[in-house]
């Protein structure tokens, strides 16, 4: 089971690529600054998280007009994500959560056929750092709830 709403967020510091190299993101910057949408997926290069991070790449405005932060995090190497990323045209900024402490502490563990990786969920945390959506898909073809999401974010 997902942490649940009310919960302070864990902390973390995870790798993502970009043009210019790896580059260290913090969940704590986007505290008293933004809100942020964490949305765990189990691996690139797969049809389901593909769809998923392709439709929210090109509904990132919506996001942004909600003042909110979107990663994208999963047990995948910073390279591969990148380059599954750049192949998909995906605008999201993913996260490696390679060791999988991040995976861990949200409690979004799935251990399936392709071994463990991060369960499908979705989490928005306040500018306070507190939990106000908590969200894991009942199987991992399942999408998060987009329009809970957002509904949770136009809620001050």
């Known amino acids: 089971m997902a942490l649940a709403i009310g919960s302070p967020a864990p902390d973390f510091t995870l790798k993502s690529k970009n043009a210019d190299g790896l580059v260290d993101v913090r969940l704590s910057d986007n505290f008293a600054k933004r ?38 995090i999963s047990v995948d190497s910073p390279h591969a994500q990148h380059a599954w990323a750049t192949q998909e045209r995906i605008g999201v900024t993913l996260l490696s959560d390679l060791n999988k402490e991040v995976t861990k502490a949200y409690d979004v563990v799935n251990e399936g056929s392709a071994g463990t990786t991060s369960a499908r969920a979705a989490f928005v945390i306040g500018r306070d750092g507190v939990i106000k959506h908590s969200e894991r898909t009942p199987t991992t073809k399942d999408l998060p709830d987009f329009n809970a999401i957002k509904a949770t974010l136009a809620t001050p």
């Open 35 to 72: 809100q942020t949408v964490l949305l765990f997926f189990p691996l690139a290069f797969t049809g389901v998280c593909t769809k998923e991070m392709c439709d929210v790449s090109s509904g990132l405005e919506a996001y942004a007009k909600l003042d909110a932060a979107v990663y994208g």
